[in-house]
């Protein structure tokens, strides 16, 4: 079967660093994805990892190791407005895109 | 600028009554997909659609139905109700259903059922 593990829930300081993890298990792999979304909001695209290695996108970042089934999210400088949950998201082997449980990320003053 | 728009955005609903949320998209995208949301649960898809007149079961797709008649319109239907049935629901779409193009997604519609 197809299934994503991810905390649901990191605590962070604002100013620092954080690593949102996402572990995955599906019978094919196309790629992850990374999406936010804030309390009563619909979730957004952040990010997309088809092959090893990290992709920067300003103060976001993501990471894909294939031979690990393993991919994280890294925030830097992180910002009162980064509070919201993120959502590791992988093509399953038809043409279905399922999503992690989520991550509540909680950033502190 | 629309991009996918759900109707209606709240509802409350008695157990065993019907209805239908329409999910709008204009971004002439193939691929468009049902979830659910409940708290802790993540995104769960209900139901998706590769292209107008296709339809196929995702991963909780028991007491839900869905059409897909026309290229930009997705419909969501419960025939009876259930308390069980109490999320949020949120349509997406994307062009060709790759995790590599961006899903979007509509702002929710917000069920409950008593």
């Known amino acids: 079967g197809q299934s994503l593990e991810q905390p649901s829930e990191v605590t962070a300081v604002e100013g620092a660093i954080v690593q949102i993890n996402c572990t995955y298990q599906t019978s094919g792999f196309y790629g992850l994805s990374w999406y936010q979304q804030h309390d009563g909001g619909a979730p957004t695209f952040l990010s997309y990892?088809?092959?090893?290695g990290l992709e920067e996108t300003g103060r976001f970042s993501s990471f894909l190791s294939r031979s690990d089934s393993y991919g994280y999210l890294l925030l830097q400088e992180l910002q009162m407005k980064d509070s919201a949950s993120y959502f590791c998201?992988?093509?399953?082997?038809?043409?279905?895109?399922?999503f992690g449980s989520g991550t509540r990320l909680s950033i502190r003053p | 600028n629309a991009g996918v728009t759900q109707t209606p955005k709240f509802r409350v609903l008695k157990t065993g009554q019907s209805m239908t949320l329409l999910c709008a998209q204009d971004m002439n995208h193939e691929y468009m997909y049902w979830y659910r949301q409940d708290p802790g649960m993540g995104l769960r898809l209900i139901h998706y659609s590769v292209g107008e007149g296709t339809t196929a079961k995702g991963e909780v797709p028991d007491g839900y139905n869905v059409s897909r008649l026309k290229k930009q319109n997705f419909l969501l239907g419960l025939e009876s109700a259930a308390p069980s049935q109490t999320s949020v629901y949120f349509c997406a779409s994307n062009v060709q259903g790759e995790v590599s193009q961006p899903q979007h997604f509509g702002d929710g519609t917000r069920l409950s059922i008593l």
């Open positions: 998201a992988v093509r399953s082997s038809a043409s279905k895109i399922i």
């Open positions: 990892n088809a092959l090893d």
